[in-house]
């Protein structure tokens, strides 16, 4: 068939439909129907392959074009005679004079270049993100996994590459084993705590018993001894009538006296009468006296056991109490995680649950966290929320100080510098003057800040062979070489020599002299990246990951750590912490051996420590932002879990504390800084602030203490 025919079979074809993609589906489409799904897209694989970006047709012998196709998973034999009859016989390829395979016309190769156009940019675009990942040795995401898998037998990987796309997979496979043993880890938790709470609830109702029967026994003790003293009413009563008639008797005596003297035998009867009466007399009074005795002692057990049995009753009132207690902490934790999936439009309901929320772990004696994890960002969102709605500034957040993310923040006397990818130095504060830009800087990648203890002197430590430093007092700015092709990367200042200690891609520490802005020897001998003052010494960390402690490699240490951070200088009281590749944090204080924290999912970039020692704060690669509580994490270890600042849409490229220990800020990645508070105890306060001002007293807290917490009474609420 001429190549005249060929083209006037496919305007015949292409006149039924809409357009040639219409025309090139349908025929696709036949042949799937009549071959199967595996030819169809074997086809389409061979039309794209044929089809330049130029849109002019493209030869290529058919060892090539099976070359080519051994990888696409339809590919076989069969299918590719099938493909090739049927893409034949719709006219769509044909043979040039040499025999190699070709689209049909320069029209067809045009209209079939702009159908694969937008598959060809994909391919490029996945093919060009797995590059770039894999140079960076940074791992796919689960997200881009899903767009590579599809294409990666068509993407032309190299075999590294490949073997990179099959790390990515292992690594989030990892991640979802690990979410789910979390998960696993929150339900055995859970169900622990449900069984303790119904332990408690039938410890209480068996000391309700034990009290109820121990309440019988004292109401029977009581019937005993009243019975008892009816009976020694009764002898009361007869003792009293024999000292009656004793009495008549003596009497009688003495009216007969005269008559005893002159009859002695009467007078001796009466006498024996007397002496028998006063024996009774005897014998009843010791009787009275040890029934008197019995009923003293029986009304004393009475009163035993009545007090037992109230001991036992307010022994099972505290159980049930404490079971209440355990059950609001619980359910409160529960609720400030939903706090931030509750709608947009229910911000009050938001605000007074956060709360409320705090109130019940607050209060004292229950046992409560106000400062847990849950409740602390339960707040912040709802705080953020209640702002947005009622239009107030956000005060604790400066937008855009940075085109590009920061890499370094310092606290300086009222305020702070800042630095990063975008080859700039800002001068900023919180409500305070506006932001400023230090001129003269060189326009790189500045990697780390550092600045003397009186503020005056700021180094700046970039990409570039140099270090700069900046005079705050005059605005000067000073430039002295540094011996490494990639720069500093990190510097301390020692306040008794006034001199900087600078670690990067120099062979060795150099002590950088800001008065006479010349870098001289250390006397360390390892190349460092990164650097801290510790226990009257110094520790560092080489580019593979080992620590150094006064020039020794500390073999028995864990290995590929990324990052150091050290509190207090020398014997009680210094603190070390240590972070590694896999998100794990080691404490070290006063020569104590401490587990690893483990809360992060990924290499921690940074860590620092509150100028007061309290607080550290550690910074992965992935953003989040963690804060430990060092005195609660050493004395309850078992419990304590450190905030985890993972808030949706917050990624943290940098951290530094205010000098006053109350504030910790986080450069983000999109170029601006926020300010987060270190207590639970201050976002309430500003939330109750915010809600005087939206409703004061009109504002129904019972609403939600009663259809979330499930709770009557009267409800916490901001006083």
Not at 676 to 701: H, M, N, P, T
Request: hydrophobic letters at 40%.
């Amino acid at each position: 068939m001429s190549l005249q025919n060929k083209i006037s079979r496919i305007k015949c074809a292409i006149e039924p439909v809409s357009s040639v993609y219409a025309f090139v589906d349908e025929e696709l489409r036949l042949l799937g129907e009549k071959h199967g799904p595996a030819v169809a897209g074997l086809a389409r694989t061979i039309l794209d392959w044929l089809t330049p970006e130029g849109g002019t047709p493209l030869s290529l012998p058919e060892t090539d074009l099976q070359q080519k196709l051994g990888r696409a998973p339809e590919y076989s034999p069969a299918n590719y005679r099938q493909a090739l009859a049927g893409l034949a016989r719709a006219g769509l390829i044909g043979h040039t004079d040499e025999g190699q395979l070709q689209i049909s016309s320069n029209y067809l190769a045009q209209e079939l270049n702009q159908l694969f156009l937008g598959q060809r940019t994909l391919r490029r675009e996945m093919a060009a993100l797995v590059r770039d990942k894999c140079q960076r040795k940074d791992l796919l995401s689960e997200k881009e996994l899903n767009n590579v898998l599809p294409l990666a037998d068509v993407l032309a990987l190299t075999s590294q590459e490949r073997a990179f796309v099959r790390r990515s997979q292992r690594a989030v496979k990892r991640r979802k084993r690990l979410r789910g043993g979390a998960l696993l880890a929150l339900i055995l938790l859970l169900s622990t705590l449900v069984a303790l709470i119904y332990r408690n609830y039938q410890e209480a109702e068996k000391a309700r018993k034990v009290a109820v029967q121990a309440s019988q026994e004292a109401k029977a003790s009581e019937a005993l001894a009243t019975q008892r003293a009816i009976e020694l009413g009764k002898q009361r009563d007869t003792v009293r009538s024999l000292n009656r008639e004793l009495e008549l008797a003596r009497d009688k005596a003495l009216a007969s006296a005269d008559e005893a003297r002159q009859s002695a035998i009467e007078a001796t009867a009466a006498r024996g009468d007397a002496e028998s009466l006063a024996n009774r007399l005897a014998i009843a009074n010791v009787d009275l006296t040890e029934q008197t005795e019995r009923a003293l002692l029986a009304e004393q057990q009475a009163r035993d056991s009545a007090e037992l049995a109230r001991d036992k009753a307010l022994e099972a009132d505290t159980a049930r109490q404490r079971a209440e207690a355990l059950s609001l902490i619980i359910k409160s934790r529960n609720i400030a995680l939903r706090v931030p999936q509750l709608p947009d439009e229910q911000v009050l309901a938001k605000a007074m649950l956060a709360y409320q929320a705090y109130e019940v772990n607050a209060k004292p004696g229950l046992g409560g966290d106000p400062d847990n994890g849950d409740i602390y960002k339960a707040l912040y969102h709802a705080l953020q929320s209640l702002r947005q709605q009622m239009g107030v500034e956000d005060t604790d957040q400066l937008k855009n100080v940075h085109k590009e993310y920061p890499m370094s923040i310092v606290a300086a006397g009222n305020g702070y510098y800042s630095a990063g990818a975008d080859g700039v130095v800002m001068h900023w504060a919180f409500g305070g003057a506006s932001t400023g830009r230090i001129k003269g800087i060189h326009p790189d990648v500045h990697n780390h800040l550092a600045i003397s203890d009186d503020g005056r002197w700021l180094l700046i430590c970039s990409r570039l062979p140099f270090v700069q430093l900046y005079d705050t007092s005059s605005g000067k700015l000073y430039q002295a070489p540094y011996p490494g092709n990639w720069g500093a990367t990190d510097a301390i200042y020692e306040p008794e020599s006034g001199k900087f200690l600078v670690a990067g891609y120099a062979d060795s520490p150099l002590w950088f002299d800001p008065e006479s802005r010349t870098l001289e020897p250390s006397g360390f001998q390892q190349p460092l990246k990164a650097i801290a003052r510790y226990d009257g010494g110094y520790l560092g960390l080489t580019r593979d990951g080992q620590a150094v402690q006064d020039g020794q490699v500390q073999q028995d240490w864990p290995n590929i750590l990324t990052a150091v951070a050290a509190a207090g200088t020398e014997g009680a009281g210094a603190q070390l912490a240590l972070g590694d590749q896999y998100g794990d944090i080691y404490i070290e204080m006063d020569n104590a051996d401490i587990p690893p924290v483990q809360i992060h999912q990924s290499a921690i970039e940074a860590m620092q420590y509150s100028p007061d020692g309290r607080y550290l704060a550690s910074l992965s690669r992935d953003g989040k932002v963690s804060i430990i509580d060092i005195g609660r994490y050493l004395t309850e270890r078992a419990t304590y879990q450190p905030v985890l600042l993972d808030m949706k849409g917050l990624s943290a490229s940098a951290i530094a504390f205010s000098k006053d220990s109350w504030e910790l800020l986080l450069g983000s990645k999109g170029g601006d800084i926020v300010r987060f508070y270190l207590g639970s105890e201050i976002y309430a306060q500003k939330l109750c602030r915010l809600l005087e001002e939206r409703g004061g007293g009109a504002l129904d807290w019972a609403g939600p203490w009663e259809e979330y917490f499930q709770e009557s009474g009267t409800p916490p609420s901001c006083k």
